[in-house]
């Protein structure tokens, strides 16, 4: 079950402002799959039309290994997402998956506040 909750009413804005006070407030990630920024009129509509992203998944994957803690800073798991995507390999299976994950928590475990990887990123342990 999914709980919503209607933070403000953007309905009587045009789109340019629509999609400037989503940004600008973080409650939406105007970018693909692969990293790259896409126009508000090009995002997908509805949640079934999304891609997956085995990025996302893999920056989930590792918060839930303990190799970040989620904090209440918004859209943070897409800026995780976004920092494997450049750092690490496109798994191509589920072993390869499992091996990302555990390679993305080693560097966060062992030297976590001088590494690039806590450095890019909030919320590490």
């Not at 509805?46 to 992203?53: A, G, P, R, T, Y």
């Not at 085995?54 to 995780?80: H, I």
């Not at 994950?101 to 475990?109: G, H, I, Q, R, S």
Request: aromatic fraction near 14%; hydrophobic fraction near 40%; charge should be negative.
């Amino acid at each position: 079950m999914l709980v919503f909750v209607l933070v403000s009413n953007l309905s009587p804005l045009s789109k340019a402002e629509f999609s400037l006070i989503m940004e600008n407030n973080r409650w939406t990630y105007p970018y693909d799959a692969h990293g790259h920024r896409v126009a508000f009129a090009e995002m997908r509509e509805h949640v079934w039309e999304l891609v997956d992203d085995e990025f996302r998944s893999l920056s989930a994957s590792v918060r839930d290994a303990g190799g970040y803690e989620k904090t209440s800073v918004r859209l943070e798991e897409f800026r995780w997402s976004d920092f494997f995507r450049r750092h690490l390999p496109l798994p191509e299976s589920d072993a390869e998956f499992d091996a990302l994950v555990k390679k993305a928590v080693e560097p966060l475990d062992g030297v976590r506040h001088s590494t690039m990887w806590s450095r890019y990123c909030w919320g590490q342990r």
